[in-house]
C-alpha cells in the first residue's frame, strides 16, 4: 500500500539548516510528483514546493531564496533542506503524493521547532 | 497567487446539513479540492475536482463549484465530522490552501 513517511530532526537551532527526509513505498518517484507542506502550530496548511516525476522542481516564491528538494530513487526518498531557519519555521511538515489532481497521501508529518 | 477564502468557523447541530465554503479570487475551473485535518492528525482527501468522492469516503460527503465559487457540503452531520476544513487549488502554482473553517457541534 501506499505509504510516506517523514523524519527528520525535531530541534533544530535558529539560523541553522533543515534537512528532512521523506521515505515512500507502494509507488514509484518517477511516476509521481511528491510535494512538502507544512503547518505553524494551530495555524494552516502552506504549500512549500514540490519535485515532479521527471526530477524538475518548483518552490514557494516565499521560500526559494533558502529551499532545496532532492530525490533519491533507488531508495525511495525525497529530501528537504531549508537553510537559515527562523523561529516562525517551527511546524509539522507533511510530504505527500499528488494522485489524479490532488494530494491522495500524507505523510504524517514531522515536528520541527526552532529554537535555541 | 491565488487566495482562497473560507468562513473561520461553523457550528452545527448534529444529524443537520452543513455547508462550508471557498471562494477564490480568480477561477480555478474545477481544480478544487476538499481536506478534512482531525486534531494531531494529517489532512485527508475528502473531495477532488470539484465534485468527485475521494475512495473510502462516506457518501454525506459532496462538493459542488466552479470558477470562483466552491462548497462542501455534510449532510448528515455526525460527531465524527468535527475537524478543519481546508480547500486548496491546483489550477496554477504555486498551490494554495485556504485558511481553513473550524467545525463545532452545537
Same mark, same amino acid.
Given at each position: 500500500?501506499?505509504?510516506?513517511?517523514?523524519?527528520? !530532526?525535531?530541534?533544530?537551532?535558529?539560523?541553522?539548516?533543515?534537512?528532512?527526509?521523506?521515505?515512500?513505498?507502494?509507488? @514509484? *518517484?518517477?511516476?509521481?510528483?511528491?510535494?512538502w507542506v507544512r503547518q505553524p502550530p494551530g495555524k494552516g496548511l502552506e504549500w512549500m514546493?514540490?519535485?515532479?516525476?521527471?526530477?524538475?522542481?518548483?518552490?514557494?516564491?516565499?521560500?526559494? !531564496?533558502?529551499l532545496s528538494i532532492s530525490r533519491d530513487t533507488s531508495k525511495s526518498q525525497v529530501f528537504?533542506?531549508?537553510? @537559515? *531557519?527562523?523561529?516562525?519555521?517551527?511546524?509539522?511538515?507533511?510530504?505527500?503524493r499528488r494522485g489524479t489532481e490532488a494530494f491522495d497521501y500524507w505523510g504524517q508529518?514531522?515536528?520541527?521547532?526552532?529554537?535555541s | 497567487d491565488t487566495v482562497l477564502t473560507q468562513s473561520p468557523a461553523l457550528a452545527v447541530s448534529l444529524g443537520q446539513r452543513v455547508t462550508i465554503s471557498c471562494r477564490t479570487n480568480k477561477s480555478v475551473s474545477t481544480?478544487?479540492?476538499?481536506?478534512?485535518?482531525?486534531?494531531?492528525?494529517?489532512p485527508k482527501l475528502l473531495i477532488y475536482s470539484a465534485s468527485n468522492l475521494e475512495s473510502g469516503?462516506?457518501?454525506?460527503?459532496?462538493?459542488?463549484?466552479?470558477?470562483?465559487?466552491?462548497?462542501?457540503?455534510?449532510?448528515?452531520?455526525?460527531?465524527?465530522?468535527?475537524?478543519?476544513?481546508?480547500?486548496?487549488?491546483s489550477n496554477e502554482v504555486p498551490l494554495t490552501f485556504g485558511s481553513g473553517t473550524k467545525l463545532e457541534i452545537k
Open positions: 500500500q501506499v505509504q510516506l513517511k517523514e523524519s527528520g !530532526p525535531g530541534l533544530v537551532q535558529p539560523s541553522q539548516t533543515l534537512s528532512l527526509t521523506c521515505t515512500v513505498s507502494g509507488f @514509484s *518517484l518517477t511516476s509521481y510528483n511528491v510535494h514546493g514540490v519535485i515532479w516525476s521527471g526530477e524538475n522542481t518548483y518552490y514557494n516564491s516565499a521560500l526559494k !531564496p533558502r528537504l533542506t531549508m537553510n @537559515s *531557519l527562523q523561529t516562525e519555521d517551527t511546524g509539522i511538515y507533511y510530504c505527500n508529518g514531522v515536528m520541527v521547532a526552532v529554537s | 481544480y478544487m479540492h476538499w481536506y478534512q485535518q482531525k486534531s494531531g492528525q494529517q469516503v462516506p457518501s454525506r460527503f459532496s462538493g459542488s463549484g466552479s470558477g470562483t465559487d466552491f462548497t462542501l457540503t455534510i449532510d448528515p452531520v455526525e460527531a465524527d465530522d468535527i475537524a478543519n476544513y481546508y480547500c486548496q487549488q
